[in-house]
């Protein structure tokens, strides 16, 4: 089992349950929040070893959310992956020119989305 703490910061109810019973199944430990306020205070609280970060939000939306992670030397180093359903490759660039480590498609892959968690989780670990 993984056993790495993952928050997810997801405002629709039903895509929230679906990626948080997929990484639980795996063995991971979650966190949720829906909106980026909530979110970027559990961030602080508990340093996650991943961020999933949705980017349309109802109050920030997830590129400000990560600059105000970034901003924040309690969570500057953060690992923070968008999910996102913009998809066209300017979007993908902008999230990584964003300060993203990477992004995840929606609707979400539940075939690929542990394998997915996993390989940015090492790669996290492989960089410290
Ligand atoms: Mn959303």
Redesign the pocket.
């Known amino acids: 089992m993984a056993g790495e703490l993952i928050l997810i910061v ?3 109810a039903k ?1 929230l349950k679906l990626v948080r019973d997929l990484l639980q199944f795996r063995g991971y430990r979650t966190l949720e929040a829906s909106t980026a306020e909530r979110g970027i205070a559990l961030a602080g609280e508990h340093r996650p070893d991943l961020v999933l970060m ?5 109050d920030l939306d997830g590129v400000s959310a990560l600059g105000r992670l970034r901003a924040d030397p309690a969570t500057a180093e953060l690992r923070v992956v968008a999910l996102t359903a913009f998809a066209m490759q300017a979007d993908r660039e902008r999230f990584l020119a964003a300060g993203f480590d990477g992004y995840l498609v929606k609707p979400i892959d539940v075939r690929q989305l542990p394998e997915q968690v996993r390989r940015f989780c090492e790669r996290g670990a492989a960089d410290e």
Not at 54 to 58: A, G, K, T
């Open positions: 997801e405002d629709n895509n949705d980017i349309q939000l109802p």
